[in-house]
């Protein structure tokens, strides 16, 4: 199952502690319930679903003298196609300034136009 096959499934609360866990980079779960605004227990729950669908990694860790779990995003493939066109890897991949009129880009985006999906 696809990542966002994943994401789809998930309820509106296991949302909701996704998004946070990715605006914030990382986050304590003792701070995680608090900012859902959900009591604690049920906080437990939303991290540890988080952790079976695979989205988070939860670590043991200390916060404020307490033992607690420091959840982050798990790591995401990239999907490298959306810069290919057939074989060609996109001219702007490590370009400082982009050429829309450069040759290289012209030829890119006729192998995207006529490649068969």
């Known amino acids: 199952m696809s990542a966002s096959e994943i994401e789809s499934e ?10 946070l ?4 980079g990382g ?10 605004d ?5 906080g437990s729950r939303i991290a540890e679903s988080l952790e079976e669908s ?6 043991d860790t200390v916060y404020d ?3 607690t779990y420091y959840l982050e995003p798990a790591p995401r493939d990239l ?4 810069l290919m066109a057939g074989d060609m890897l996109s001219p ?18 006729m192998n995207l136009a006529y490649e068969e999906y």
Request: proline share 0%.
């Open 92 to 109: 702007f991949i490590g370009e400082e300034e982009v050429d829309a009129q450069a040759d290289a880009f012209s030829q890119w985006m």
């Open 21 to 24: 866990i990715r605006e914030t």
């Open 65 to 67: 003298g307490h033992n």
């Open 10 to 19: 998930l309820s509106a609360d296991e949302r909701a502690g996704l998004e």
């Open 38 to 42: 959900v009591s604690s227990r049920k």
């Open 79 to 82: 999907d490298f196609s959306l």
């Open 27 to 36: 986050i304590h779960q003792s701070d995680f319930w608090k900012e859902l």
């Open 54 to 59: 695979g989205v988070i990694q939860r670590e």
